[in-house]
């Protein structure tokens, strides 16, 4: 049976740059009671971008919480109230320089819903124009080019482990094989 | 450039049953500062479980954190000091009741390196003998079954909205493909 939780407390633990963290205490069947931990994210957006000679543009970035460098789809967090494509055409801007006035919807998805309720959408911009990167003062990226046999060939050796760049590539090798 | 942080201070704001928050502080270059936000998790595992009349087992439960009831693979955290193997195992009985004596690793990824370190394993489970589930106590969840072409439907709809659901029946429809 699928149960929906009521919460009976919510209680804030931590309001942070990216999240916040809160503790919920829901309402079980049969009067029992559990603790749900829930992180708080805003939403980002993560963007295919396919040069003119097909190539799929990545970022190397350090990432602190896996203390890894990873090779990712360029990506952001959405500020307040921007609109999702206009996210992604800001951080495709600020990460690789690039510019485009074709860029659709691929899909959106949950990244962690067992924890955190953050919604990733991805974008597909195409017919890209280059200019100078505008990276924020705290990242320090690096652009590196892949065509999409060379990005699957990442994926299934396990050099690209980032799920939003596994899914995006993915699906657009899946859109790929349908055209 | 790519450049790795090191670490200058570390606080542990929080620590959880699924999760922990620790806030560190990093040296960038040029003798700058920055703060990340780190949650840390022991790890899950996704079980891509194909019936013997190839059907896929999804799983529909609530989830707080996003207040919606999704569909997803069956996955769970990783105990201390568990195998993945023996965890996916365990994870497929407790929440579908199939077992299985053949179980193969398709690949791992990180979720949201961004802001967790959290590694999600996906296996492939076949041969599929049916029994009963044995779900948590706090767990409410119910199984459904969709061939390969319904999933990918789904997923294409926006139904199916997990991160690693959608990776692992890519990852599969992928594999199929090539065979």
């Known amino acids: 049976m699928v149960f929906e939780e009521k919460t009976l407390k919510s209680e804030r633990i931590?309001?942070?740059k990216i999240i916040n963290l809160r503790v919920d205490t829901v309402e079980l069947p049969k009067q029992k009671y559990s603790k749900r931990e829930i992180i708080e994210h805003a939403g980002a957006v993560g963007i295919l971008a396919v040069t003119?000679?097909?190539k799929i543009i990545l970022v190397k970035q350090f990432?602190?919480?896996v203390e890894e460098v990873l090779i990712e789809i360029p990506a952001g967090k959405i500020e307040p109230?921007?609109?999702t494509k206009l996210c992604a055409l800001r951080e495709l801007k600020e990460e690789t320089g690039y510019s485009t006035k074709n860029i659709i919807k691929l899909m959106e998805f949950y990244t962690t819903p067992g924890f955190s309720n953050e919604v990733m959408h991805i974008y597909l911009?195409?017919?890209l124009e280059e200019g100078d990167a505008e990276p924020d003062e705290d990242e320090y990226i690096e652009?590196?080019?892949l065509s999409i046999?060379?990005?699957m060939e990442q994926i299934s050796k396990g050099i690209i482990k980032d799920s939003k760049t596994i899914v995006a590539i993915l699906a657009y090798k899946n859109l790929q094989g349908i055209s």
Do not use: C, V
């Open 81 to 83: 109230n921007e609109d």
């Open 125 to 127: 911009a195409e017919d």
């Open 143 to 145: 652009s590196i080019y």
């Open 149 to 151: 046999n060379e990005a």
């Open 52 to 54: 003119k000679d097909k």
């Open 14 to 16: 931590y309001e942070g």
């Open 63 to 65: 990432r602190k919480p």
